[in-house]
């Protein structure tokens, strides 16, 4: 299992949708 790459993915995702709201 590469739980390594799937984190990455969501942290990801996560930033992107931090900066999306701020509007950054």
């Known amino acids: 299992m590469r ?3 799937s984190m990455d993915k ?3 995702l996560y930033l992107k949708e ?3 709201r ?3």
């Open 18 to 20: 931090v900066v999306t």
């Open 3 to 5: 739980e390594d790459d």
């Open 22 to 24: 701020h509007g950054i």
């Open 10 to 12: 969501l942290t990801k």
